[in-house]
């Protein structure tokens, strides 16, 4: 099945650093990716829509310029947490839609999620 | 405004038992209802999905129920094991558009060996 890798996996910064998590999409191409972000046992929270070769579509009260995000090509979208502050440590997710799933997905494109970016910001 | 209601907020149950959780939504041209699994630190993992135009759907022990008047959708999991116990999200998704996903609020399920 469609794999979506993200990485790193965890990472610890200083305030005021900047901070890059990638995705990408292994085995498919996707010429639209999400990033969502999500605080403990809270629900995930759109944050963007990036889009391949285009400019990424940000929810409403999402800061562009703090969290900017670049879709060069159509299996990776990078997501740069610029000059971090200890309230953006958070859980950062991505997810890609791959091929059209008969079985579980009643036949829709699925959504594929990365394993997560754990920041925490000193 | 939360388009997508979940509850309960968490769920103990005996293992064999049967594991249900319940999601409304307000927005009557979502038309793609999925349910996500995700166990600690991990992104979550597609378990099953449904459209609006069956009112059920059956995946192993994994079942969703869907009620189309009443707007709302549920996942049963049958003989619920130790290894279901995770965060269920419910979603759903407008056809048009970006096509995002709008999550629940998620579902804390333990099952009780």
């Known amino acids: 099945g469609a794999v979506v890798s993200q990485h790193p996996s965890r990472v610890i910064c200083k305030s005021g650093t900047s901070v890059k998590i990638e995705c990408r999409s292994l085995d498919f191409q996707a010429t639209t990716m999400f990033w969502y972000r999500q605080f403990p046992k809270q629900s995930l929270m759109l944050m963007a829509t990036?889009?391949?070769?285009?400019?990424?579509?940000?929810e409403q009260g999402v800061e562009k310029d703090k969290f900017l995000i670049n879709h060069a090509s159509l299996t990776l979208s990078t997501l740069t947490v610029t000059s971090a502050h200890p309230e953006d440590s958070s859980f950062y997710i991505c997810?890609?839609?791959?091929?059209?799933?008969?079985?579980?997905?009643?036949?829709?494109?699925?959504?594929?999620f990365g394993a997560g970016s754990r920041l925490t910001v000193l | 405004q939360q388009q997508v209601k979940q509850s309960p907020q968490s769920l103990i149950v005996q293992k064999g038992g049967i594991s249900i959780i319940n999601c409304a939504y307000e927005?009557?041209?979502?038309?793609?209802f999925p349910w996500y699994q995700q166990f600690p630190g991990k992104g979550p993992a597609l378990l099953i999905a449904?459209?609006?135009?069956?009112s059920e759907k059956k995946e192993g022990r994994f079942t969703i129920s869907f009620n189309k008047s009443a707007k709302q959708f549920s996942l049963h999991i049958m003989d619920s094991q130790p290894g279901d116990s995770a965060t269920y999200f419910c979603?759903?998704?407008?056809?048009?558009?970006?096509?995002?996903?709008?999550f629940g609020s998620g579902t804390r399920l333990q099952v009780q060996p």
């Open positions: 997810s890609a839609r791959g091929p059209r799933d008969r079985g579980p997905s009643s036949g829709a494109n699925v959504l594929t």
């Open positions: 449904i459209r609006p135009d069956v």
């Open positions: 927005n009557t041209a979502f038309d793609y």
């Open positions: 990036s889009n391949e070769g285009s400019k990424a579509t940000y």
């Open positions: 979603a759903a998704r407008v056809n048009t558009g970006r096509r995002a996903l709008t």
